[in-house]
């Protein structure tokens, strides 16, 4: 088997290849299988990579050495292929999707226990030919969520200060936009705040809408926000973040499933785990067991579900 390490330059606003190939060639001394870091040179070149792995056929281990976007692009170019596995290595700027595992996220930072791992089948979210292994939005946050790129390169907006610079700032340009949702019975046309699609647990540098999402579990847990006011918000976003969304059923629906269509009036931007595109209609859906996860040894979270 084949290990190799996609280094994103500049995740995190650092370069990090001196030191993951450091950390890499310390973990290999014992391990006499072939690897390679790899740094990528630019928007989709770490999907690209992953994808013409894929189709060499040989079993490949792909490590995403930076943040969710790194991540998303792995999954992408791994998603349906028996051969390849993937795992994150967060040092990127969100780095949401290891959230999801409390106290052991930090088992994705050590290449030992990450070479002795297993891997588990996960299931993705497919948005318009994309792919998501956690969180995909339409609306305020998604708006929020791609813009915040716009913030993080200056000083004072490291880590979440960028989050929140880009929430005060899309507030103010208007929180709701005509909005068609289709899912399962439920229907609404009208104004509305936003539609959160979760196969995993947290997005937008923390927000946890959904505390119980399993990645494994064949269920989407989907959150439609109504129209709400700039007051109505701040009052909810601290719930909704935390996962409390059913404490305003007035605003907030928890829906169920495992499709659910979105439309606007106009191109809005799709948020995919931190990465975005813009489109009129998103059409969304759950497909099972799409993704080798590399489980490194000693994570116990799956456990439960096996």
């Given at each position: 088997?084949?290990?190799?390490?996609?280094?994103?330059?500049?995740?995190?606003?650092?370069?990090?290849?001196?030191?993951?190939?450091?950390?890499?060639?310390?973990?290999?001394?014992?391990?006499?299988?072939?690897?390679?870091?790899?740094?990528?040179?630019?928007?989709?070149?770490?999907?690209?990579?992953?994808?013409?792995?894929?189709?060499?056929?040989?079993?490949?281990?792909?490590?995403?050495?930076?943040?969710?976007?790194?991540?998303?692009?792995?999954?992408?170019?791994?998603?349906?292929?028996?051969?390849?596995?993937?795992?994150?290595?967060?040092?990127?700027?969100?780095?949401?999707?290891?959230?999801?595992?409390?106290?052991?996220?930090?088992?994705?930072?050590?290449?030992?226990?990450?070479?002795?791992?297993?891997?588990?089948?996960?299931?993705?979210?497919?948005?318009?030919?994309?792919?998501?292994?956690?969180?995909?939005?339409?609306?305020?946050?998604?708006?929020?969520?791609?813009?915040?790129?716009?913030?993080?390169?200056?000083?004072?907006?490291?880590?979440?200060?960028?989050?929140?610079?880009?929430?005060?700032?899309?507030?103010?340009?208007?929180?709701?936009?005509?909005?068609?949702?289709?899912?399962?019975?439920?229907?609404?046309?009208?104004?509305?705040?936003?539609?959160?699609?979760?196969?995993?647990?947290?997005?937008?540098?923390?927000?946890?809408?959904?505390?119980?999402?399993?990645?494994?579990?064949?269920?989407?847990?989907?959150?439609?926000?109504?129209?709400?006011?700039?007051?109505?918000?701040?009052?909810?976003?601290?719930?909704?973040?935390?996962?409390?969304?059913?404490?305003?059923?007035?605003?907030?629906?928890?829906?169920?499933?495992?499709?659910?269509?979105?439309?606007?009036?106009?191109?809005?931007?799709?948020?995919?785990?931190g990465e975005g595109f813009k489109a009129k209609k998103a059409e969304i859906k759950l497909i099972p067991q799409a993704l080798n996860l590399i489980i490194p040894k000693g994570l116990t979270f799956f456990e439960s579900s096996c």
């Amino acid at each position: 088997m084949k290990h190799l390490f996609i280094v994103n330059p500049i995740a995190g606003g650092k370069d990090n290849t001196e030191t993951i190939e450091a950390y890499v060639r310390s973990a290999f001394v014992q391990c006499k299988e072939p690897y390679e870091v790899y740094r990528t040179t630019g928007p989709h070149d770490a999907e690209e990579t992953v994808r013409r792995t894929a189709h060499s056929g040989e079993a490949v281990r792909v490590y995403a050495c930076g943040g969710d976007g790194t991540f998303n692009e792995c999954v992408n170019g791994a998603a349906g292929c028996d051969n390849i596995a993937v795992a994150p290595i967060p040092i990127g700027t969100g780095n949401d999707f290891c959230r999801m595992f409390g106290e052991e996220k930090n088992l994705y930072l050590d290449f030992s226990a990450l070479l002795q791992g297993t891997t588990h089948k996960i299931d993705l979210i497919a948005v318009n030919g994309r792919y998501s292994s956690c969180i995909c939005s339409a609306g305020i946050d998604a708006r929020v969520g791609i813009n915040v790129h716009r913030y993080s390169s200056l000083p004072f907006c490291k880590g979440g200060g960028a989050y929140v610079v880009s929430a005060v700032v899309e507030l103010f340009k208007g929180i709701t936009r005509n909005m068609t949702l289709t899912c399962g019975d439920f229907s609404f046309s009208g104004k509305a705040t936003l539609c959160c699609v979760c196969n995993g647990r947290y997005y937008g540098g923390g927000f946890n809408p959904s505390p119980d999402a399993m990645p494994d579990d064949g269920i989407l847990d989907i959150y439609f926000v109504r129209e709400m006011n700039l007051l109505q918000v701040a009052t909810a976003i601290g719930a909704y973040a935390k996962g409390r969304a059913d404490e305003f059923p007035k605003y907030i629906t928890h829906l169920k499933g495992d499709s659910v269509t979105v439309e606007f009036d106009e191109e809005e931007i799709i948020n995919v785990d931190g990465e975005g595109f813009k489109a009129k209609k998103a059409e969304i859906k759950l497909i099972p067991q799409a993704l080798n996860l590399i489980i490194p040894k000693g994570l116990t979270f799956f456990e439960s579900s096996c």
